[in-house]
C-alpha cells in the first residue's frame, strides 16, 4: 500500500463517540466500467454468501442498529430499504464504483459511501454538527443539520452528513478514476464489519476496474 489520506477526528466527535470507528479505502487509477467481465459471476457469488439464513439474520441486526441511530435524529435510514431489494432482486447495476458501494453495505451491514477522491478540498475530519449548517446533497438537495449531527467535513466544507447523505461535489462520474470508499460505525457496530464492508469494495476496484489499493484503514 502507497498513499495515505489525510484523516482526523474532532475532539467534540471522540468526546461523545470515543470508541464508535469508521473506515477509509482509497483505491487508485480505477476505470468506472459499466458491466466488466465476470462481475454478474461474482455479484452473485456474494449474494449468495449474504442471503445464508445466519449470515442475512446477522446483516438485519446490524441494519436495525443504524435504523435506531437514525431515528434517533429524525432521518429515515435507507439500508432496511436497500437490504429488502438486494434479497428481493439482488444487487442494483449502475456502475462498477456505485455497484462495489452497494455490495459493500449489503454484505458487511454496513453504511458506505463512494466518492471522487480528487473532489476533496484538503484534509478530512469527522466531526459534529452546529445547528443549521448547510450541505449541498446530491442532485442539488439542501441539506441542513441539527446540533450534534455527525458530519465528515474537508478543509472547505461539510462533504457528509451521515444521516442525510453526502454531498454532489465528491460524487462519483464515469471520469473518476481515483475513489475513495467510506465507512460509518454508529454505537453497537464493530470495527471488524467496517473492515469487511471495505475489503469488498477494495477487492471489487482492483479486481474489476484495474485499480491499486492505496490503503484501507479503520479509525
Known amino acids: 500500500m502507497g498513499m495515505t489520506v489525510d484523516f482526523s477526528k474532532s475532539s467534540a466527535y471522540l468526546d461523545l463517540y470515543p470508541d464508535v470507528p469508521f473506515g477509509l479505502t482509497l483505491v487508485t487509477g480505477c476505470t468506472n466500467?459499466?458491466?466488466?467481465?465476470?462481475?454478474?459471476?461474482?455479484?452473485?457469488k456474494h449474494l449468495r454468501k449474504m442471503r445464508k439464513r445466519e449470515t442475512l439474520l446477522e446483516i438485519k441486526e446490524r441494519i436495525d442498529i443504524y435504523d435506531r441511530f437514525f431515528t434517533s435524529f429524525g432521518h429515515e435510514c435507507p439500508l432496511p430499504a436497500h437490504l429488502k431489494r438486494t434479497i428481493n432482486s439482488g444487487f442494483p447495476r449502475y456502475n462498477l464504483m456505485v455497484d462495489a458501494h452497494f455490495m459493500a453495505e449489503m454484505c458487511a451491514g454496513i453504511l458506505v459511501a463512494v466518492t471522487d477522491y480528487?473532489?476533496?478540498e484538503g484534509g478530512l475530519m469527522l466531526d459534529l454538527a452546529r445547528e443549521g449548517e448547510s450541505c449541498r446533497g446530491m442532485g442539488g438537495r439542501e441539506f441542513r443539520t441539527k446540533?450534534?449531527?455527525i458530519v465528515f467535513r474537508d478543509e472547505k466544507e461539510i462533504v457528509c452528513i451521515l444521516c442525510q447523505g453526502a454531498d454532489e461535489k465528491t460524487r462519483v462520474r464515469d471520469t473518476t478514476r481515483d475513489v475513495l470508499f467510506y465507512a460509518y460505525g454508529v454505537p453497537g457496530i464493530d470495527r471488524r464489519f467496517l473492515e469487511m464492508g471495505l475489503n469488498i469494495a477494495a477487492e471489487t476496484m482492483t479486481e474489476f476496474g484495474e485499480g491499486t489499493l492505496q490503503s484501507l484503514g479503520i479509525y
Open 33 to 44: 466500467h459499466q458491466n466488466p467481465a465476470g462481475f454478474d459471476q461474482y455479484k452473485r
Open 118 to 120: 480528487r473532489k476533496f
Open 147 to 149: 446540533e450534534g449531527e
